[in-house]
């Protein structure tokens, strides 16, 4: 009896975190399903992704863990999809440790060990740290190295 896993997710900016995440949800059965959360669905959740939808469910869909992707529209719709799909795990990363319990009435539900140091969350602090240094100090920086530069000629 083949057995297919189940898991939610944003999945933006795509990091080895998600990753290796798919890789050990996949080797828990024969068939990994992936529900990516719609950009509706992230404004519902208070999250601002910074790729659209239909890039990070192409992304998700070309991942060769994975053997298909549907989207996620609502917090309801897992009873549904687990029944659709006939779904043998329910499975999430730990950081939602209990928080899906109530599905183990339809089916087993797993929740594996995040990967450390990588978030996508850590990804945007580091962007907007980088972006932060304004053009004022780059033009300021410009003009040393335009003098240095003039005194070595
Ligand atoms: N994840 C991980 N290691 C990381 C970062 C994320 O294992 N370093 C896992 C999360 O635990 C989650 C999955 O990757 O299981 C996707 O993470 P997010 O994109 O942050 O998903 P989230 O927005 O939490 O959506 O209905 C449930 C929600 O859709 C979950």
Known sequence: ?????LTYGTFD???IGHLKLLKRLSMLGDKLIV???SDEFNEIKGKKTIIPYAQRAEIVEAIKYVDMVIPENDWKQKVID???YNVDTFAMGHDWEGKFDELKEYCKVVYLPRTEGISTTALKQQLNKISEINIEDIN???EILQRLKSDFE
Do not use: E, G, Q
């Open 1 to 5: 009896m083949s057995r297919t896993i």
């Open 13 to 15: 900016m795509f990091h």
């Open 35 to 37: 529900a990516v959360s």
């Open 82 to 84: 687990i029944k659709k």
């Open 140 to 142: 300021k920086a410009f």
